[in-house]
């Protein structure tokens, strides 16, 4: 297997091969100049094989991509914190080798404390609500020691950088007690996502010695929880109304269009927040933290099927299950109108009868997601969606643009003047021809 693993690749795994890489931050090859995805994917395959020195293989299944932005922010405040080594081929490079941060580097450990925590909360949240597989008794007991392997875990690597581990750990029991608790608003229910990773945002400038921006890096993270927080409840509201599973935007009785300013706030507030913080290479920060978090910000909500419709505060609205025709409650019985050209909403791709279903947590589960990842995806399971798929679709690379701007890469940093391309910084090596 090659050296950065399945788990690199699990940015490009569906979650029905087994593996999900969570995060909001998602950036593609061509909407970075290719120093700075150099460099973001130097601290991608530095998590991972930090949390496989340090954990072992299986602490691998962790990584995200909303974790190693400490670790980014770190090296953004202090690079000497950040020491580079040449990592051996792997399958998303082309099998060729890259620098990657070490797995000694404090923000890539703090990077892997944090994916740990928040691994764990999630795990324990799935099985707290049965969600899936974590419905059936032995996947919820194997799913539980994992969990709590994967806690003791990131509370080591925290003590051994300083971090207060609790801090991740009261916000995820804090976040289960409000959702049980009706009544309370949007930004109330954000909370504890966004103390938790204000705590992590706010330890960087304690691993760089830059106390002067703890406060504002503080302030960056909880905006950017309350984002993150936000992005997915806009993304899952679909299938959380189909399902009837508990969304803050329904419990909340909080529309599309309040949805989107709260996020586009909480965007200008982390950007103000970033421009206080004194940092000695801010480029990859505000690549990634300014332009990739506000393209997210878009794919989130534009084209979104329900955008424009109310959403009943406390309750299930209304709201046409995506692809049901007719909507409930438009027309009486035998009286439905011929239903319209195509299917409404997003379209999905429906399994054949006779594909299996994709299985609990087990041996079966990890070794497709590995090969899944060293194939870059043309590889498919039997119970995947995209088994039967072209090779332009199962290619996780190909794939992982959908949405993306790839018209070029001048703007990469925001940083680009009057003066031309990137005026005042050299982040581009692709020339003013790109």
């Known amino acids: 297997m090659c050296e950065t693993g399945a788990s690199v690749n699990n940015a490009h795994v569906d979650r029905h091969e087994g593996n999900e890489m969570f995060g909001v931050v998602r950036p593609c090859r061509h909407g970075l100049c290719s120093t700075l995805f150099k460099d973001w994917m130097a601290h991608l395959c530095g998590l991972c094989l930090t949390l496989r020195d340090e954990h072992g293989q299986r602490a691998r299944l962790v990584t995200n991509y909303d974790g190693l932005i400490v670790s980014v922010l770190t090296e953004a405040q202090s690079a000497v914190l950040s020491p580079r080594r040449q990592a051996g081929a792997c399958a998303l490079r082309g099998f060729k080798k890259a620098d990657v941060v070490t797995a000694q580097a404090e923000g890539a450990r703090l990077a892997a404390a944090v994916s740990l925590l928040l691994a764990a909360g999630k795990t324990r949240d799935h099985i707290a609500d049965g969600d899936g ?5 032995a996947v919820a007991v194997a799913a539980s020691r994992i969990a709590r392997g994967w806690d003791r875990a990131g509370e080591a690597t925290s003590d051994g950088i300083g971090f207060d581990a609790s801090v991740l750990r009261e916000a995820v029991d804090r976040q289960t007690a409000l959702e049980m608790t009706p009544g309370l608003t949007l930004l109330e229910l954000t909370e504890p996502t966004e103390t938790a990773v204000a705590a992590a945002f706010a330890h960087t400038a304690v691993l760089a010695r830059r106390p ?3 406060e504002p890096l503080a302030e960056a993270g909880r905006f950017f929880g309350r984002l993150a927080h936000l992005i997915d409840a806009v993304e899952d509201l679909p299938d959380d109304h189909a399902d009837g599973a508990y969304n803050p935007l329904l419990a909340t009785g909080t529309d599309l269009a309040e949805a989107r300013r709260l996020a586009s706030d909480a965007l200008h507030g982390l950007r103000l927040a970033l421009a206080e913080t004194a940092f000695e290479n801010p480029r990859l920060v505000r690549a990634l933290l300014e332009k990739e978090l506000g393209k997210s910000v878009d794919r989130a909500f534009e084209g979104h099927p329900y955008a424009g419709v109310a959403v009943e505060r406390g309750g299930m609205p209304l709201l ?3 692809g049901q025709y007719p909507p409930p409650g438009q027309y009486p019985p035998g009286q439905y109108p011929p239903p319209p050209p195509g299917e409404p909403g997003r379209k999905k791709r429906k399994r054949p009868r006779h594909r299996p279903p994709r299985p609990g947590f087990g041996p079966e589960l990890c070794l ?5 990842g ?3 995806g043309l590889w ?19 794939r992982n643009c959908d949405g993306c701007d790839c018209s070029g890469c001048c703007d990469c940093c925001g940083m680009c003047g009057d003066g031309g391309c990137c005026d005042g910084c050299d982040c581009c090596d692709c020339g003013c021809d790109c």
């Open 368 to 372: 497709s997601g590995a090969l899944v």
């Open 380 to 398: 498919r399971p039997d119970w995947s969606e995209w088994k039967d798929a072209s090779c332009d679709d199962r290619c996780a690379c190909s």
């Open 133 to 137: 597989p974590y419905r059936r008794r």
């Open 320 to 322: 046409p299950v995506i």
């Open 212 to 214: 002067e921006n703890a």
């Open 374 to 376: 060293c194939t870059c």
